[in-house]
């Protein structure tokens, strides 16, 4: 059933998801600040992706309002406020605490890069499986032009993308990829014109769906846990044990056999 929801609580700042049958659409709504990320808007990011999490969505979209930026980063009028001990206490720990939790949803999770994303604004598409990009991104870690550095994860998911030597190079010189280099390192998954960027994503989310929904969100596990060295030969035998006893394991088998295309009920 193709439903669609609309959340958006009274109190919430910049942030509403909205959900289209299987797909969750959560919009960072501050354009006029070109979508900079405050303490506020970062704690109501994290109470919509725990509702996301919970709902029935099996695909999760994270876009921005506007048409010049993703996300330039950390508002610098509010984090220039703060204290050292603040910075460590407060700042650095809810960036991390949120984005880390965009990272381990179980649902996959796409960024739909269009603009500027840069310093916090990168972090944040990081933190998401995939970053499809309109040929107007641009991406970068800025931090070391203000005394600081990437606080909120780029040191370590950038490195895990790219490269150390291609994270230390954006990260030293600070230098902004365009759109086409970014998908050449493999930052952005995919690019598109600004035009066609709905469909394109539309494309992907097609894709993914296709697949069966507990196999897609336990290979999402899997393939996160390889990247700090995991081992496959341990989790893959207990992943492929649970994916072994649902029901969409037998409806892939069969449909398979009998050449159909299988419909996957999600149990």
């Known amino acids: 059933m193709n439903t669609t929801e609309i959340h958006q609580n009274v109190g919430r700042i910049n942030v509403s ?21 405050t303490l506020e808007l970062l704690d109501n990011l994290y109470t919509e992706l725990r509702a996301i999490e919970n709902s029935d969505a099996q695909v999760v979209l994270l876009k921005t309002a506007g048409d010049k930026a993703f996300c330039v980063g950390a508002d610098i009028t509010q984090f220039a406020q703060f204290t050292p001990a603040q910075m460590w206490k407060r700042w650095i720990t809810e960036g991390h605490r949120v984005f880390n939790f965009l990272a381990q949803l179980r649902q996959p999770t796409i960024a739909v890069v269009d603009g500027i994303a840069v310093g916090g604004g990168l972090e944040l598409a990081l933190a998401c499986d995939l970053r499809v990009g309109a040929t107007t991104a641009r991406l970068g870690l800025p931090e070391t032009s203000l005394g600081t550095i990437p606080g909120w994860g780029g040191t370590e998911r950038l490195t895990h993308v790219v490269g150390a030597a291609r994270a230390k190079e954006m990260i030293f010189t600070r230098r902004q990829l365009d759109a086409e ?17 709905a469909t394109d994503v539309g494309v992907i989310v097609d894709r993914i769906l296709e697949g069966a929904p507990a196999a897609v969100q336990v290979s999402k596990q899997l393939v996160d846990a390889a990247a700090v060295g995991a081992p496959s030969v341990i989790l893959e035998a207990l992943g492929s044990g649970f994916t072994a006893s649902t029901d969409d394991f037998a409806v892939g088998v069969a449909a398979f056999q009998n050449k159909t295309t299988p419909v996957f009920t999600n149990s």
């Open 17 to 37: 998801w909205n959900r289209a049958g299987r797909v969750a659409t959560i919009l960072i709504d501050r354009p006029r600040k070109l979508n900079a990320l």
């Open 181 to 197: 280099t970014a998908l050449t390192w493999g930052l952005l998954t995919a690019v598109s014109d600004r035009d066609s960027l």
